[in-house]
């Protein structure tokens, strides 16, 4: 997806995915943008975080995803300015070149969705989830995923059903865009 350079990145998660070695490994689920940022995969300086939040016992991503220039959202801040606003500055951001767009179900409050290894109290609404993504139409999106859905987690389902709704968002995005361009 970057063989044309690096891709701007729109990343909704609790936690930035910007650690470095874990337990002796630099591949873990709590790395992969930092090794993207390494090997020019994805522009630093065009991607967003949104919806960061949680215990950690380091600021190791934080400060990384600071540092390489990236603009985390912390949720607090996407509470105080809303989803309006905050769709806008991520559409700020990311400009207008190819984008990215990663959703980990823990952005989401273990409230509507708590089937997932790592959730963080504070987060999204289920509607708000929605509307974020929704917000993003008409970007030049180049892909997407859906990360961090464990049913076994979340015996009612809900958390399965949450995440399937936004992955048929987000592939009505890119399906949009691609009919967008082939006129």
Not at 27 to 42: K, M, Q, S, V, Y
Not at 71 to 89: K, S, W
Not at 135 to 146: E, K, N, Q, T
Request: proline content about 6%; aromatic content about 8%; some cysteine.
């Amino acid at each position: 997806m970057a063989a044309d350079g690096p891709v701007g990145l729109i990343h909704i998660d609790a936690h930035t995915d910007t650690w470095d070695e874990f337990q002796g490994s630099k591949f873990h689920h709590g790395g992969p943008f930092r090794l993207a940022c390494e090997e020019g995969l994805i522009d630093p300086k065009r991607t967003v975080q949104i919806g960061i939040r949680g215990a950690q016992n380091t600021t190791q991503g934080w400060d990384y995803s600071a540092a390489s220039g990236m603009r985390v959202m912390f949720m607090e801040e996407v509470d105080a300015l809303g989803i309006e606003a905050t769709i806008a500055e991520a559409r700020r951001v990311v400009g207008n070149g190819p984008v990215y767009l990663s959703f980990d179900i823990d952005s989401i409050d273990p409230a509507f969705a708590p089937g997932t290894g790592t959730p963080e109290v504070g987060g999204l609404t289920s509607l708000q989830a929605l509307q974020l993504v929704r917000g993003f139409r008409g970007l030049p999106l180049i892909g997407a995923d859906v990360v961090e859905v464990s049913p076994p987690f979340d015996p009612s389902g809900n958390t399965a059903l949450l995440g399937a709704t936004i992955m048929y968002e987000l592939l009505c995005l890119i399906a949009e865009q691609v009919g967008s361009e082939e006129g």
